[in-house]
């Protein structure tokens, strides 16, 4: 059964749903289909017409989004409760991230996603370019130096090579991602926070049930095992 299907339009006694914030987020973008309403931009200066197309593209461009054309439900009832979600990630304060973290919020929770922190992932390191020949794959190598040694009585000056090496991914791109996860863990947070104070929500009761704070490590404080 649906989460639509669950939360009773029909009549008789309601009972509240309890649901996590992420749960939430996704029932009320992924199934009810809530539109955000935001605030025009600070040189947009026409009345009602909110962020335009060009704005939006932007902004889902800059996040790595899709386009979801065609998933608002045209002439079909948005559930009040879904419109106070998408009302209440709407505000998120500039301090976590504002409308790019409102925009990110949303497209997650409309995609059933969370953010990617890179599991499994471990550096590796790796030369820095490659060759292939006829003998197969080799790492390129340059001159770093040169030495004088003794060949056959005779002196000659040899090129000394090394292989440059860096690590992949770099571990600073995967703190990045980690970085970006909590960012959003704190967005939630706050949401089921003013959801919670503000008490407008009429079928769905919010929990306290948050997704991990920082899911790479353990329940003993340690980085949970990678696999390469």
């Known amino acids: 059964m649906s989460m639509q299907g669950r939360i009773g339009r029909n009549g008789g006694t309601k009972v509240k749903r309890a649901l996590g ?16 309403e935001l605030p ?8 009602g017409y909110g962020f335009g197309l060009e704005y939006i593209l932007l902004q889902r461009a800059a996040l790595g989004c899709k386009v979801d054309g065609g998933q608002h439900k045209m002439g079909s009832y948005t559930h009040a409760d879904a419109e106070v979600i998408a009302a209440t990630v709407a505000g998120m304060p500039d301090s976590l991230g504002g409308i790019r973290m409102t925009i990110s919020v ?12 890179m599991p499994s992932v471990v550096p590796r390191c790796v030369p ?7 003998h197969g794959d080799r790492a390129v190598s340059v ?7 003794l060949v056959s009585g ?10 440059p090496v860096t690590w992949r991914p770099h571990p600073e791109q995967i703190a990045f991602a980690r970085r970006g996860y909590e960012d959003w863990w704190k ?25 991990k704070l920082t899911p790479w490590i353990n329940r ?3 980085q949970s095992p990678q696999k390469s």
């Open 128 to 134: 820095v370019d490659m060759k292939r020949n006829r």
């Open 187 to 211: 967005a939630l947070d706050w949401v089921r926070e003013g959801l919670v104070a503000g008490g407008m929500l009429r079928d769905v009761e919010m929990s306290g049930v948050m997704p």
């Open 21 to 36: 914030v992420q749960a939430a987020l996704e029932w009320a973008f992924r199934v009810e289909k809530a539109q955000l």
């Open 220 to 222: 003993h404080g340690k």
């Open 40 to 47: 025009p931009p600070k040189d947009v200066t026409e009345e």
């Open 106 to 117: 949303a497209e997650m929770a409309r995609a059933g996603i969370t953010p990617n922190w």
């Open 154 to 163: 005779k002196w000659r000056t040899i090129e000394v090579r090394a292989c």
């Open 143 to 149: 001159v770093v130096g040169t030495e004088r040694v």
